[in-house]
């Protein structure tokens, strides 16, 4: 099925850094929502936007749905061992189902 | 306090031996959906019900199949598990645009 452009694939950085992803689509939506996925666990919603150019906050987390309603992005600040795991965008367009993004794999080098 | 409960967390089954997998949500909420992990992928949508109506996805194959008694329960049935079924299942619902996912069931086929 269709997938979204999520990247990077992959992150490894060192505790206290902050940390950006995004998502790009090759069409609209009008609801992105994110995931963090920890390994043997289902994934948890993290944000969910609603509207284009609308900035969420979740504690040290940010997300933002791109203007053109074709991205989105999500920022993590000063991070944390507990950080670690798999994220996913995912887009919904009216009823159809969710679009996951390929995931983010975040690792905190000690 | 648990809201979409998947059990068993782990199943074992041997190659072909029908199996069963349930989900239930204290959430009450319209729509329910089964998801299928393979390792380091995101969720694939296997089907879902609105309410009663159940929405079959296109490439699912005829081996899965879906019995939702109730608004709170939710089952999946492999009727001949192949070793290519062994994965993660996820059982997810929402009312509006949100998806909640539950724990998970890891599948292993012998």
């Known amino acids: 099925g269709q997938q979204l452009n999520q990247s990077p694939q992959s992150m490894f950085i060192q505790e206290g850094e902050d940390v950006s992803m995004n998502c790009t689509s090759s069409?609209?939506?009008?609801?992105w929502l994110w995931y963090k996925q920890d390994p043997g666990e289902g994934p948890v919603l993290l944000i969910a936007l609603y509207k284009a150019g609308e900035l969420t906050s979740n504690g040290r987390l940010t997300a933002q749905f791109g203007i053109t309603r074709k991205d989105s992005f999500l920022n993590i600040s000063a991070s944390i061992p507990s950080d670690v795991g798999i994220y996913f965008c995912?887009?919904?367009?009216?009823?159809?189902?969710?679009?996951f993004g390929t995931g983010t794999r975040l690792t905190i080098i000690p | 306090d648990a809201m979409v409960i998947q059990n068993p967390r782990y199943q074992v089954t041997q190659f072909g031996k029908p199996v069963t997998l349930s989900c239930s949500q204290t959430?009450?909420?319209?729509?329910m959906y089964w998801y299928q992990q393979k390792s380091s992928q995101a969720p694939k949508l296997l089907f879902h019900?609105?309410?009663?109506?159940?929405?079959n996805e296109a490439d699912t194959p005829d081996n899965f199949q879906s019995r939702r008694p109730n608004t709170s329960f939710c089952f999946l049935d492999i009727r001949s598990p192949g070793l290519g079924d062994a994965a993660m299942y996820l059982c997810a619902t929402s009312r509006d645009n949100e998806q909640y996912f539950g724990p998970g069931t890891r599948l292993t086929v012998t």
């Open positions: 069409s609209i939506f009008n609801t």
């Open positions: 019900y609105y309410d009663k109506d159940f929405n």
């Open positions: 959430l009450n909420h319209n729509v």
């Open positions: 995912a887009g919904l367009f009216g009823n159809e189902k969710l679009t």
